[in-house]
């Protein structure tokens, strides 16, 4: 099993930033890809942004391009999201995502329990 936890979620206002951290622990070889995904009231859970282990792959929602950073320290079983530029229509729930490969765009194996980011206008 993997256990993931998130933390970094908060209040900001538009166009301000936050940075999310997502640690891993337990079995974390079946960590490979590592991403997050987001679910707004009344709205289904999206893809949101995920990295290979290397770092060398990456893939972003095209609504998060240009402004979300994704990246890992592998050293520490941790993953970053870096939120600029923020929106009020990013606020949601954003969780935590991880797998043994982008797989996990769709379909990851685990998943951590959330972290609220409340953008106001």
């Known amino acids: 099993q993997v256990q993931l936890v998130e933390s970094g979620g908060g209040l900001v206002q538009a166009g301000g930033s936050l940075r999310l951290s997502c640690a891993a622990s337990?079995?974390?070889?079946?960590?490979?890809?590592m991403g997050w995904f987001r679910q707004a009231p009344g709205k289904e859970r999206e893809f949101v942004a995920a990295?290979?282990?290397?770092?060398?792959?990456?893939n972003y929602a095209d609504s998060v391009k240009g402004r979300f950073t994704i990246s890992r320290d592998n050293a520490k079983n941790t993953v970053y999201l870096q939120m600029d530029s923020l929106k009020p229509e990013d606020t949601a729930v954003y969780y935590c995502?991880?797998?043994?490969?982008?797989?996990?765009?769709?379909?990851?194996?685990?998943w951590g329990q959330g972290t609220q980011v409340t953008v106001s206008s």
């Open positions: 995502a991880a797998g043994p490969s982008i797989v996990i765009r769709t379909t990851p194996s685990y």
């Open positions: 337990g079995r974390t070889f079946s960590t490979s890809y």
């Open positions: 990295v290979s282990w290397s770092g060398l792959n990456i």
